[in-house]
C-alpha cells in the first residue's frame, strides 16, 4: 500500500517570504499523480497545484510551485512570496494511475502560519 | 464554477442512530468519493464509486456504512448505527477521467 508522510507538522514565515512544506512517499507503482491541497479553518479542501508522475516538468500555479524528485519519492511544496491568506493545513496527497477507484492517500499535514 | 455541495452542514445525532450525509457531485463527473477526517487528524478514504457500484473501500467502511446514488444527481453515505468514534468531518469528493478530486465543504457530524 502506498503511504505518504510529512515530517513537518508545523511550519511558519514571515509575509512576503519563501517557505517549503515537506512530503514523501512510497510506491512500486510508475503511474501516479500528486496533490498538494490547502485546508482552511474552513476545512474545505482546496486543491493548491498537481504532479503528474510521467511528466519531468516541475508543476507551477502562480505563486505555488513543486520540487518533484521521481527517484527520491519527494514531493516538496514552495510557496513563494507568502501573503496572510496562504496560513492553512497543508496536505500532501498520492492517487494511483493503476488501480481501481483511485482513492487519494493523505500525509499527516503541515500547519503553515504566516507571520505578519 | 461548478461545484460539490453536501448538506447538511452540520449533523448532532445521539449514539445508535442512522444519519444520511448527502452528495451533489459535479454534474459531468463519473468517479465519487467519501472521505472523514477526525478532528485534529489526516484525511481518510472511505469508498470510491463509480457505474452505480462500489469500486473499492477501505477498512474503515464496514458494515455500518453504506452508499447510494439514488437518482442522478446525489450521491448519499448512510451510517447506520452511529458511535461516538464517528464523530468526524465527512467530504465528499468527484471526478472526471483522469483529472483531479473536487472535494465539497464537507459535513460535520456530531455524535452524541
Known amino acids: 500500500a502506498q503511504t505518504v508522510t510529512q515530517s513537518q507538522p508545523e511550519m511558519s514565515v514571515q509575509e512576503a517570504e519563501t517557505v517549503t512544506l515537506s512530503c514523501t512517499y512510497d510506491?512500486?507503482?510508475?503511474?501516479?499523480?500528486l496533490f498538494w491541497y490547502k485546508q482552511p479553518p474552513s476545512r474545505q479542501m482546496i486543491l493548491v497545484i498537481r504532479?503528474?508522475?510521467?511528466?519531468?516538468q516541475n508543476a507551477t500555479e502562480n505563486r505555488f510551485s513543486v520540487n518533484f524528485q521521481k527517484a527520491a519519492k519527494s514531493f516538496s511544496l514552495k510557496i513563494s512570496d507568502s501573503q496572510l491568506g496562504d496560513a492553512a493545513m497543508y496536505f500532501c496527497?498520492?492517487?494511483?494511475?493503476?488501480?481501481?477507484?483511485?482513492?487519494?492517500?493523505f500525509g499527516e499535514g503541515t500547519q503553515l502560519t504566516v507571520n505578519p | 464554477e461548478p461545484e460539490v455541495t453536501q448538506t447538511p452542514s452540520h449533523q448532532v445525532t445521539q449514539m445508535g442512530q442512522e444519519v444520511i450525509l448527502r452528495c451533489v457531485p459535479i454534474?459531468?463527473?463519473?468517479?465519487f468519493y467519501w472521505y472523514r477526517q477526525i478532528l485534529g487528524q489526516k484525511v481518510e478514504f472511505l469508498v470510491s464509486?463509480?457505474?452505480?457500484?462500489?469500486?473499492?473501500k477501505s477498512e474503515i467502511f464496514d458494515d455500518q456504512f453504506s452508499v447510494e446514488r439514488p437518482d442522478g444527481s446525489n450521491f448519499t453515505l448512510k451510517i447506520r448505527s452511529t458511535k461516538l468514534e464517528d464523530s468526524a468531518m465527512y467530504f465528499c469528493?468527484?471526478?472526471?477521467?483522469?483529472?483531479?478530486?473536487?472535494f465539497g465543504p464537507g459535513t460535520r457530524l456530531t455524535v452524541t
Open positions: 454534474s459531468n463527473h463519473l468517479y
Open positions: 469528493a468527484s471526478r472526471m477521467g483522469r483529472s483531479e478530486q473536487y
Open positions: 510506491t512500486s507503482e510508475s503511474d501516479y499523480y
Open positions: 504532479q503528474e508522475a510521467y511528466k519531468q
Open positions: 496527497a498520492y492517487r494511483s494511475q493503476e488501480t481501481s477507484g483511485s482513492r487519494l492517500t
Open positions: 464509486f463509480y457505474n452505480n457500484e462500489i469500486s473499492e
